[in-house]
């Protein structure tokens, strides 16, 4: 469905650019396209109540992003099953509850997403690792909160940071994990920024291979080029912060 795809990107771009209200009424549009042309229980409609829940989640609306959460943990689980979007949906919960200030709710949300991964080899060998890192953060900020459960949670942190199989980051994740276990603010620090920095690489990277994928007469080299300089910035600036967590 051309239209579908065409309001679902729109919508995407109008949440990145702060206009939650476009993208709140383009993506409902999208939703409504993909089930048309593909009926309800399609991955498509589950893609558009996923961006609804971040587009309500942003907007500080967290009953409607709950409510939205729950159909698509629904959706997906009827779709897949055990599985990466599966635990992506979780995931979501985890990030509404902490964007609401309910980190007791979050973490639940974060060990559910954590199961889903360890319980399928597929979604094990696909684990985000940006997921895991906010499991990591989520486990450790609660053992601050809490004196009495601290070392369980760090312990926790620990074997969560472990999970992902994606090879530099998640030895990366590792690694933060054990410095952070000292709750050491500037650690902590350096530890998000860490996550950032991937997090604007692997989204480079995305960039680029779509701008690579485009006919020869659309693409632009100029685009590529700093898409290519962004890569290697962050690189380097992944390096950096990696040797300042060793």
């Known amino acids: 469905d051309a239209l579908g795809h065409s309001l679902y990107a729109e919508a995407a771009l109008a949440m990145k650019t702060g206009d939650l209200a476009r993208a709140d009424r383009t993506v409902q549009e999208a939703r409504l396209n993909f089930g048309a042309a593909y009926g309800s229980q399609h991955w498509w409609v589950a893609e558009a109540i996923e ?46 509850e902490q964007a609401a200030g309910r980190p007791d709710t979050a973490l639940a949300a974060w060990r559910r997403m954590s199961s889903t991964v360890t319980g399928d080899r597929r979604a094990c060998v696909d684990a985000d690792t940006n997921d895991f890192a906010g499991y990591v953060l989520a486990a450790l900020r609660q053992g601050r909160a809490d004196p009495a459960q601290e070392q369980a949670l760090a312990d926790e ?26 709750t050491t603010p500037e650690l ?52 950096k912060l990696d040797q300042r967590l060793k």
């Open 51 to 96: 961006l609804q829940a971040e587009v309500a989640k942003r907007a500080g609306r967290f009953d409607d992003a709950r409510r939205l959460n729950t159909q698509l943990i629904g959706l997906r689980e009827a779709i897949f099953g055990p599985s990466r979007p599966l635990a992506r949906a979780f995931a979501q919960a985890a990030e509404i």
């Open 188 to 239: 902590s620090q350096l530890a998000r920024d860490l996550q950032d920095a991937y997090q604007r690489m692997d989204q480079a990277r995305e960039d680029l291979a779509q701008e690579m994928s485009k006919s020869i007469d659309t693409r632009s080299a100029v685009a590529e080029g700093n898409l290519k300089r962004r890569i290697v910035e962050d690189s380097a600036t992944i390096e």
């Open 157 to 182: 942190a620990f074997r969560a940071a472990q999970t992902p199989r994606g090879g530099a980051t998640a030895q990366a994740i590792a690694q933060m994990s054990l410095r952070l276990a000292a």
